[in-house]
């Protein structure tokens, strides 16, 4: 069964005066868009204004955003400073993103650098990865390795490098390893939940006030297939 974060059941991984980290569930969509659901932006800023019985409108910048059936690692920030410096942080890919991917074939090598040129079709809402570079198309490149062999499945630990639009599904299927539930990029099945097995696990950066530097990792979520892993 699927379960939409709340302000009363949001898992909170990192909260200070600045930013506030949160693991995102499969279908939280991080920023309002067209369906008109409640996004995650709007659930934390109800979970602030409760812990803290804020009066008032409560201030909540977005930095980056997650694609809906993805989980992990979302960062908000809680003042224009913050929020300003964290843009930079990741507009200069001055972060170290670390996701959790679960795919079917296993790839040929152990672990590789996958460079690609993406190409964005507006109108299916996909990117299609090219060895060689076409018009209008991005370079793209992470880094995987394999971390565990299950029965059907392997799950991949992805570095990226750049962040492109589907970057990590247009990449793993292009050289032939879609991940689960990924119908959009050539599993054959969806999950019950709607979801994909893709999980931003690990964050690493300075943070923007205090300078310390911070590593967050986020639980894969309570389902069979992350618990074997």
Do not use: C
């Not at 812990?51 to 694609?67: A, C, S, T």
């Not at 690493?204 to 986020?218: D, R």
């Amino acid at each position: 069964m699927k379960i939409i974060s709340t302000k009363d059941n949001l898992q909170v991984l990192h909260e200070d005066n600045h930013i506030i980290v949160v693991n995102k569930r499969v279908g939280d969509i991080v920023q309002g868009d067209k369906t008109g659901d409640k996004p995650l932006s709007e659930v934390v800023k109800e979970y602030i204004k409760d812990k803290y019985n804020k009066p008032g409108e409560v201030f909540l910048g977005v930095i980056h955003r997650l694609d809906r059936p993805t989980t992990g690692i979302v960062v908000f920030a809680r003042t224009t400073k913050a929020l300003t410096r964290m843009n930079e942080l990741f507009s200069n890919r001055e972060t170290q993103k670390t996701y959790w991917a679960v795919v079917k074939n296993k790839p040929v090598e152990t672990s590789a650098k996958l460079v690609h040129y993406l190409k964005r079709n507006e109108k299916n809402n996909t990117s299609k990865a090219h060895l060689k570079e076409v018009p209008d198309s991005k370079l793209a490149s992470l880094d995987y390795t394999i971390i565990k062999e299950l029965q059907n499945y392997v799950a991949l630990e992805i570095n990226l490098h750049t962040g492109r639009h589907h970057q990590i599904r247009a990449q793993l299927s292009a050289i032939g390893s879609p991940i689960k539930g990924d119908l959009k990029y050539g599993f054959d099945r969806s999950n019950p939940d709607g979801g994909i097995h893709l999980h931003a696990r690990k964050l690493t950066f300075i943070h923007p006030v205090t300078k310390e530097s911070l590593t967050i990792i986020a639980p894969t979520p309570d389902e069979v297939i992350w618990n074997a892993i």
